[in-house]
Structures are given as structure tokens and as C-alpha cells.
């Protein structure tokens, strides 16, 4: 731009003294009027479009020094020529014609890259506008740049900048790409958490070409661990242009929790529960959970722990021992079922949001029966199980997810295996979606859950069971005398309107569908039984606390509330 600058002066220069010698014997008042304005070099743009960007210099006005560099800025500024230059010759009757001298760029033979190789560079070539064959137009080329870095970071996630632009007289282009570098990682805000539970979930170390979708992905894996409220990240400037230095800020939320409290229903009748449980055991990303509940009906006693690395790869060990016990009764049988078992759990990771299981479970179940009962339903039975499992979750926060899905199947294998006397097939599967209907946190949430038995008998405590704070809320576990809710199969559907009331306190409208029957038995949807309520979310130091009453149907069949309290979203 400064060389054709320095033209356009000279070439001004030349226009006056032409100017001076042409004009003798013309009047002052027309010896300086633009009668023709001519343009001259250009054999690919067409003249017209040229002339379609000289504004300022008109016919039979007087030729303007000032007017005429505007032209040529204009004509410059179309992008297609590498220098604009202008000349006076004298027009016949006097006064002068302007000529508009133009040296046209080449045109396009090809467009290469270097310096990415990540990127197939080849498909954004196809979306330029700068194409071989075409002239060029540094318009063009400069926008084409300007687009190449977009394209880049949103379709393939690298931070780039072009560090050096080659183009030749013979119309071949090179562009040359620079990365940036994480120079550094710097991890704000974690004053339990150790840094080694949160940088595991990273898949990019100092060093990396900077990828701000892998580095939002793997930001995404450390809050669905459930122990952070909020995350976000700041890339600084450094001397270097291609080195930078990426903060993550973490604002951590309790996750240790002591709850105790009281829960009532027709089959169980009023049990105590405790429970003390932390999610980040000493800020190693363990988990631990004892939990004990106590009532007339049923006590309970569990101790569970997690460890979600076992090795480097992510594969989890899961733990759990229990103690069950629960009042019993089918026709003239009546006692207690006290189960003792444990299970454990190996998990691995499959891609990004999928994660596989596999869970050996034992369990000795024994009848305390009363005096006159003892039919064959309640014979001691030992359960060993194989269970296979898989999981999907894209959902976009482990509490208050606003989009994505989640899903689960999981295939539970009956087995006579160290002393089992239960052998059958069951699938479990699950699946919710998330739609933000509104801007704020206005959330509808659907979840479909089904159960079936595929091949074998279920023992009694193998059965599905519904009903309560998780499935079918406004109904007891199992049903009542008028209401089955125990079987070979299970169907059940959620509907959740969660909006939010203030801050940390969010609202629930809620309906639940369900129904289970066995083996042999007919089943349509007119068959469902539903329930309707409402409920709140707590989100507290001890966890999010989640309250609902809902309205079931009762051994009258009549509708009838129910309180449940519960710890997490219901799905």
C-alpha cells in the first residue's frame, strides 16, 4: 500500500506538468474540466467495475488532486489489483482526460498450508473464496484468513494464528500456521480437593498445542465428579504470541454429609434413618457412605466405598456390604427376611461419556418365620450374581442438568456358582433427557425405566419392585392389598417441570407412571398406574435435599399423599 501510495504522488506529479503544457490557449475556467476519464491495463476486471468505484472524479467538474487520490484508494480498495496509478492527456476542445492506470493481481493457481497437521486443511480450501483459477482479491484472502482460524477453533477445537502469508507473481498462495502451546497449567480454588483428582481427568498436559474443545472436555469430566459448583478457565497473553498459560478456577461445593430424618409408609410403617457419607473422601476423590435405618417393619445397615482409579486408565472399584431386614407376608406366611450379602464393582471407561460394569454380587437370604408359617415361598435361598452393565451420560451437570441424556442398560445373570440356588436372566434398562424449555434454569426432564425377565424364575427378593421416592412416588415399595407393585416386569415413566424458585431453592411439578406384572401376564398402558405432586430441590452444604408429596391411590383406591425426602434429583 505505501509503494502504490508513492506511485499515486508521482504519478499526481506527472499530471500537472502534462496538465500545464496541454492548457495554453484555453480559457483558466475550462483548461481544467474532466471531459473523458479513460482506464487502461485491466484485461480480467471489467472496466465498468472499475469505473464503478471512481466517485469523485466527474465529468465537467475540475480535475481535483484530492478527488483523484480518493479514486484511487477506491479503485485500490476493490482488492484485485497490486497498484493504481493516474495520468493526465489533454482532450480535444480543450480541458483534460483522466486516466485511471491499474496493474491487476495474478490469478490463482493454487492455495497451500503448513504448520497444522492435525486439521485436514483440505476442506475449509473447498469453502474459500479465494479459488485457483480466480483472480486474486486480497479482500477476499484476508477474510478467508480471518475465517481459517474460526473454522479451526470451532470445528476442531486448536488456538492458531497465521505467522507468515506467501503470495508469488504467479498466483501461488502459502499460508503458514502457528499453534499456541500451553506454556502452563494453573488450578485455582481447590482447597480439598488434591490437584491430582482433578488433573487425571485431563487429557492434555504442559507442552500441548492448546485444543479449547478437548480442554472444555475434560473441564466437563471434572464437574460431573460432583464436587465443584462451578469451573472456569482464562488463557493468558505471554511474550511469546504462541505460548500461553491456562488458569482453571474451581469453586468446590461441600460434599461431605451426616442426614438423619424419618419416612412413613403403609407397607413399612416409620423408620429412622442415618447416613453419613463424603463423595471426596479426604479429598482424593473416594467415596465412603454408611448408612444405618431402623423401624418395626424393616432395619438396615450398608457400608459402601468407590475408588475411581485403580490404574491410570480409570478403571473403579466399588465395594459395598449390607445387612437387610425386612417383615414378610403372602397369604398365611408371615416373618422376617434378614438378607446378608455385599457386592463389588469393576468399572472402565468407554470414550468420553460411557462407562461399562461389572458386578459380582452375593447375598445368603434367611426366614425367621412365625409359628405356623413355612409354605415354599419362603425357603432360605443363597443369590449369586453376574451383572453386566453399561452407561451413557451427556448431560451437562451432575445436579441441575438442562440438556443431554442419560441411559443404562444392565443385564443381571442369576447363578449356581459358590452355592447359588437362584439361576434366572433379568435386563434393566433406563434412559432421561433433558430440555431447557426456558433461559434461567426452567428445565422438563423425562425418564423411561423398564424391567424384564428373560429367561429363568425370580426368587421373591429378586423380584422388580416400584413405588416410593424413586420410581412412583404416592405409592408404597411393592403396593398395597389392592395395588401390585412387585413382578417379573416392571415399566415406569417420569415427567419433571423443574423451575427455580430462588436462589438455591428450586421448584418441582411432577407426574409418575407405572406398573409391574409377571410372567405370563397381559399388560397395556391403560394398565399404569399414575401419581401427581409437587416437590422442591434444596441445594445445601449438606447436599442437594429433595422433598415431595405426591398423590397416589390407596388401598380404596382413593387418592392419597405421601411426603418423601431424599438426597439428589429423583433422576
Known sequence: MRRSSARIVMALMAMVLVFSMASAGVSAEEKNLVRAIVVKGNSIIDTETIKGAILKTKLNEPAVEQKILDDLRSIYDLGYFQDASASFDPALGGGVQVVFHV????????????GLTQVPLGEYKKKMKTQAGYILNVHDLWEDLKELREWIGSEYGFVVRVADLQADTDGRIHIELAQTTLKDIVIEGNNKTKDFVIEREFTFKPGDPVNVREIDQSLRKVLM????????????????????????????????????????????????????????????????????????????????????????SGTSLGLNLYRRGKDVEKEDNKGKRITNGGDLTLGRPFGDFSRGRLVLKMEN?????????????????????????????????????TEGQKSDAYLELGTSLFGGNSQYAKLRAEYSKYFEVKDGGYVLALRGLGGRLLAGELQENEKFVIGGAETLRGYSPGGNGAI????????????????????????????????????????????????????????????????????????????????????????
Not at 103 to 114: A, G, H, I, K, T
Not at 507 to 534: A, M, P, R, Y
Not at 541 to 552: A, E, K, Q
Open 365 to 401: 437370604n434367611k426366614y425367621d418365620l412365625e409359628s405356623g408359617s413355612g409354605a415354599d415361598w419362603y425357603k432360605d435361598y443363597n443369590n449369586r450374581t453376574i451383572g453386566f452393565g453399561f452407561g451413557t451420560n451427556t448431560s451437562d451437570h451432575p445436579f441441575f442438568p
Open 103 to 114: 496493474v491487476e493481481n495474478p490469478l490463482v493457481q493454487d492455495v497451500s498450508f503448513s
Open 225 to 312: 465428579l460432583g464436587f465443584f459448583d462451578e469451573i472456569s478457565r482464562d488463557f493468558s497473553e505471554e511474550d511469546n504470541p504462541d505460548e500461553t498459560v491456562l488458569t482453571i478456577n474451581l469453586n468446590e461445593r461441600k460434599t461431605g454429609s451426616a442426614t438423619f430424618g424419618v419416612a412413613y409408609s403403609s407397607n413399612d410403617g416409620l423408620v429412622g434413618f442415618v447416613e453419613a457419607a463424603d463423595d471426596n473422601f479426604f479429598g482424593r476423590g473416594q467415596r465412603v457412605n454408611a448408612t444405618v435405618q431402623l423401624g418395626k417393619k424393616v432395619h438396615a445397615y450398608e457400608l459402601g466405598f468407590y475408588e475411581p482409579y485403580i490404574d491410570k
Open 484 to 571: 401390585d407393585l412387585e413382578g417379573d416386569h416392571m415399566l415406569v415413566m417420569n415427567a419433571e417441570f423443574r423451575f427455580p424458585i430462588v436462589d438455591k431453592v428450586t421448584g418441582v411439578l411432577f407426574t409418575d407412571w407405572g406398573k409391574t406384572w409377571d410372567q405370563g401376564e397381559g399388560f397395556t398402558l391403560s394398565d399404569l398406574n399414575n401419581s401427581f405432586g409437587l416437590g422442591v430441590r434444596l441445594d445445601t452444604p449438606l447436599g442437594l435435599l429433595r422433598l415431595d408429596y405426591g398423590l397416589g391411590k390407596d388401598e380404596n383406591l382413593a387418592r392419597k399423599g405421601q411426603f418423601y425426602f431424599g438426597i439428589g434429583q429423583t433422576f
